[in-house]
DNA sequence: CTTAGGATTGAGACCGGACTCACATCGATT
DNA sequence: AATCGATGTGAGTCCGGTCTCAATCCTAAG
């Protein structure tokens, strides 16, 4: 063996510059590709490097052109499926363009973002993709801002905090759905949410998440606009972990005046809702109608396949990347920013609600 | 605003202790908490790094102390849950003992892989940990060792390095199920992969991914045990996209001996495989019987639930990354490394063959 | 045969911290 | 009072590159 396990003293650019026999500033001109070198020496000193194994340090390099090449991103739950396929997306486009990515998750904790952005900052990434965990609490954001760091938000905005945020607009497709609901019988329609409120949900308060104001507002909007009343005891935030996820599904199954639809705000949290569902004995969508947001693939597998909302999520990532770099590179927008809309795919999970055809059966 | 839109330069060292009146030695070792410090000193030091809102350059600093306080983590795929859950729990380890990670895709690319470990290096990583795309080509991986810097392996072995690789006893866990397969009756069982090969397969042959070649060992294994021959025309590799594989699935189930029971993979694979049967309108157990790779929570809500094997994969990444930033801390193992093991988490996939019940039935 | 002007080249500054070393300072020791 | 060890302190080097600047070398124009 030609080298033993440690770590031995890495070959520099002095040290490249000594074998070719040039100057060290000759050396790094034909290493780094700039400057004038004669073809005699830039041969040398490629054969010398060549022979050295000479790498170059990415960090000196970095250090005093204050470029890193590095983007940072701040996801929340990087497993869940739905920043996994954004990270694909950033990931992709960061690598293109030749671009390194630091992941870190926040576990959604504010102070664990803070801490985050901080940590990146003082690596000195190029720029910065965070999904905040609160669009409320943005003062760490704004700092970003100021530090004069690029900075792009991925799927919630942040309130006061001027900069391109990438996600759909989710009142409109909220509203849609709820309509589509409304249309199919369904007055009691429950939403689960796992934001992390202080208080009870009221009409209109304030939460960290944009999108799940955005979404309530949709929904408010589709029950007015069909002059019915807001069932707002039906919003359950701060579902917490699976086992409460199922508690209150069967809590919004059971009782006097039960849902007769969910809307389930992520994919994980549609798997514990679709869970305790079955736990019940009841069955999508006969005795409930079902909805969710994401559309990932098992949701075709269920019996029967569940009608979702369907986010270009893979796309917004790479949206957020490409212009976190054009911004980066101080490039001008070359277009309009790509249209990021979430689509309802209606498969099987919603149907009439059962007090409903009871009515009608009644009725005829 | 105090601040405008460009990049200020940054506060340093030197401003702080110009501001702190004294000198930069003394500055840098009141910041960086070192050497000695009169109070006084101390004091105005950091009262002047806060009026400057002084944040030290990480760069700078590793470039000196050698030491980046990153890990890199080089995966096949990151969109795929596997490898989201993994890196979850490597993410959670590192931010524990204060490291950052930086991750890169390769798409399962070799090349791309080689780039990536080449990249981290040059960025100066502490320690990597690599899901290698090939368990055979892997001098990459093996000037990874040569550089000195720590190493260690996710998911897949690599032949010739000898690094500690977590990862569960495939060989075992295939075994097993697959008699368990055999004693429910099925004789033949397909097994489909995404593992490219360059020649269909024959026994074995040697394979990209130890994890397959071991499944492949113990399906064997388990056959040969049972003094049964082995169906190896059922064994699908290289299956590519979903459409390839639905398109493999509809193969393995039509024909004049189609197979009675299906082995997926992964939790991918599986998703096309299951919808490929329910398109055939043949149904889970009693048509076919189905299994497969990793314990997603999905596999729980269809019609009927998955027989899966289940891989501890959070705890891989816990461990992985405990054992890397064990090795860069130069600290001895504490114990025996956590035992890995995979499961069988019997579910309502997996019935009796349907000639069997024929056979059965004509017998009885 | 000069000589202007571009191509080459090497010395050395610099990026922003960490760290060495020589030089105070100062209370405690004998 | 002289000595000693333990702090404190600042000047300056180093990490490994990039980049400026002045000096040197050519080559073709005048």
Redesign the pocket.
């Known amino acids: 063996m030609s080298t033993d396990g440690s770590r031995r ?9 000594k074998a070719a ?12 590709n ?9 041969e040398r000193v490629l054969a010398a490097a060549e022979e050295l194994e ?8 970095s ?4 470029k890193s090449n590095t983007i940072g991103v701040v996801v929340g739950d990087i497993e869940n499926p739905h920043f996994g396929l954004a990270m694909r997306g950033i990931t992709d486009t960061a690598k293109k363009s030749g671009y390194n990515v630091i992941l870190i998750n926040t576990d959604e904790e504010r102070a664990a973002e803070v801490d985050a952005v901080r940590v990146l900052l003082d690596k000195r990434v190029d720029g910065l993709i965070v999904a905040p965990a609160s669009s409320l609490e943005t003062s760490h954001l704004q700092q970003v801002r100021e530090s004069g760091r690029p900075l792009v938000l991925l799927d919630r905005a942040a309130t006061g905090v001027d900069v391109e945020t990438f996600a759909v607009d989710m009142g409109s497709i909220s509203y849609e759905s709820t309509a589509h609901l409304i249309e199919a019988g369904h007055r009691r329609i429950a939403f689960v949410s796992t934001v992390r409120t202080d208080a009870p949900y009221v009409a209109g308060m304030k939460l960290d998440s944009s999108q799940i104001s955005d979404r309530l507002d949709g929904i408010h909007r589709a029950f007015d606009d069909a002059g019915l009343p807001y069932p707002s005891d039906l919003i359950r935030l701060s579902a917490g972990d699976a086992d409460s996820i199922r508690r209150i599904t069967r809590e919004l199954l059971g009782g006097p005046d039960p849902a007769t639809a969910i809307i389930a705000s992520d994919g994980l949290i549609a798997l514990s809702v679709v869970e305790a569902i079955q736990e019940s004995g009841l069955s999508i969508p006969d005795d409930v109608s079902f909805l969710m947001y994401d559309d990932f693939a098992w949701t075709r597998l269920t019996t029967p396949p569940l009608t979702v909302i369907a986010q270009p999520v893979y796309d917004m990532g790479i949206a957020a990347a490409s212009a976190l770099i054009r911004r980066i590179e101080g490039r001008k927008s070359t277009g309009p920013a790509p249209e990021l809309v979430a689509t309802l795919i209606r498969r099987g999970s919603i149907g009439a609600p059962k007090d409903a055809e009871v009515l009608s059966q009644a009725g005829g």
Not at 34 to 42: E, P
Not at 63 to 66: A, I, K, R, S, V
């Open positions: 003293r890495d070959v520099t650019v002095a040290d490249v510059a026999k040039v100057s060290k500033a000759q050396a790094a001109r034909a290493l780094g700039y400057g004038a070198v004669s073809d005699d020496v830039r000479y790498r170059p340090n990415e960090l000196a390099r250090m005093n052109t204050g």
